[in-house]
């Protein structure tokens, strides 16, 4: 599915003789977009245990046997190693709530211990989250499905993005009653990856969670500058 945007026109023609600054180039620049969507291939999981206790040690005692328990259960879902990393690690002091400004009380400590993992096949996105959250996982962050290698897809949105430009200046040309030369300069003005929001829901029953990965839409704006022959 493409779709082509085009995002700003800038029309500079030339002014009569003698009216003219001989270094002024007489130009049409315009700006061009160009979209292709891609299924993602790679799906990004931000998972964790938070705990809270009386004592900075309590809460990071407690934290560290809920963890060893989903980093088992990480183990049993054969992920990788390589696709298993700590994200986040934190112990913060809590604060009694209703005190004097400046004059809160810390009543407990919260300990954090989060993973960032890489999951390749994107059906057994659900599966993990049950599981994990079975083994004692109580944050979930988000998820991200990302296209691993988006060169070749952006290049496809390059060439759309291009055409589009020419598109518009050969118009707008056409509209002036000038004729269209040939560009002078190309500047990438952005090219991106746009995240579909993560569709995630749990119901009463023990059923899996469904996930829907969708499409990433990566999108590519470029800047066209056109000669107008004199």
């Known amino acids: 599915m493409y779709a082509i945007l085009a995002i700003a026109v800038l029309l500079s023609l030339a002014a009569p003789a003698g009216a003219q600054d001989v270094t002024q180039r007489p130009q049409i620049r315009v700006s061009g977009e160009g979209t292709v969507s891609v299924e993602p291939d790679l799906a990004q ?8 206790a009386k004592t900075a040690r309590d809460a990071a005692d407690a934290n560290s046997r809920a963890m060893a328990a989903v980093m088992a259960a990480v183990k049993s879902l054969g992920i990788a190693e390589r696709d298993v990393q700590t994200s986040r690690y934190a112990i913060q002091p809590l604060y009694e709530q209703g005190g004097q400004p400046g004059r809160n009380r810390i009543s407990g400590f919260q300990a954090v211990n989060s993973l960032m993992l890489k999951l390749r096949q994107l059906d057994r996105v ?3 989250i049950d599981k994990l959250t079975a ?14 290698d988006p060169s070749k897809h952006l290049d ?17 040309a056409k509209a002036a ?13 952005s090219a991106n990856m746009h995240n579909p929001p993560m569709m995630m829901a749990r119901s009463a029953a023990a059923v899996e969670t469904p996930i829907a990965a969708g499409e990433r839409t990566l999108r590519v704006s470029v800047s066209v500058g056109f000669d107008l022959p004199r």
């Open 45 to 52: 999981l931000r998972v964790g245990v938070t705990t809270d």
């Open 177 to 189: 009653g000038v004729a269209l030369g040939q560009p002078f300069s190309i500047i990438e003005q």
């Open 135 to 148: 083994a004692g996982a109580n944050t979930l962050s988000g998820v991200e499905f990302i296209v691993s």
């Open 126 to 128: 659900g599966e993990v």
């Open 156 to 172: 496809e949105a390059r060439t759309q993005a291009i055409a589009d430009a020419r598109r518009k200046a050969e118009l707008y």
